[in-house]
Nanobody, 125 residues
Framework: EVEMVESGGGSVQAGGSLRLSCVITGYTWKTSCLGWYRQAPGEEREVIAT???????SYSDSVKGRFTIAQDDAKNTLSLQMNSLKPEDTGMYYC???????????????????WGQGTQVTVSS
């Protein structure tokens, strides 16, 4: 059984940084589309960053240049380094994984099969 557990959320002032982590256990597929979603208050959940098979990176325009997704195989961890945070980055952040993937752009071919429980990020102005 795949389990994904996020941590690292919190409250920070605009311009600050946070690093989210997602520990993934039980994932035995040979391929992977890993990534992070964000759900702002009153909004739909949106994908903001994906990593395809450990080498293909994609970011939404809203976070490009500020956020960095990374994978540490030794620790079975997916991370999201968030710099220059803005109030509009506030929301619940979820890590997600699926063994299928698209060739270009965000790698999720369909809604991810596996999800974490989410971690809250609040950015104040």
């Amino acid at each position: 059984e795949v389990e994904m557990v996020e941590s690292g959320g919190g409250s920070v002032q605009a311009g600050g940084s946070l690093r989210l982590s997602c520990v993934i256990t039980g994932y035995t597929w040979k391929t992977s589309c890993l990534g992070w979603y964000r759900q702002a208050p009153g909004e739909e959940r949106e994908v903001i960053a994906t990593l395809k098979n450990g080498i293909g990176y994609s970011y939404s325009d809203s976070v490009k240049g500020r956020f960095t997704i990374a994978q540490d195989d030794a620790k079975n961890t997916l991370s999201l380094q968030m710099n220059s945070l803005k109030p509009e980055d506030t929301g619940m952040y979820y890590c997600a994984a699926d063994p299928s993937f698209r060739a270009s752009g965000f790698c999720y071919l369909k809604p991810p099969r596996y999800w974490g429980q989410g971690t809250q990020v609040t950015v104040s102005s």
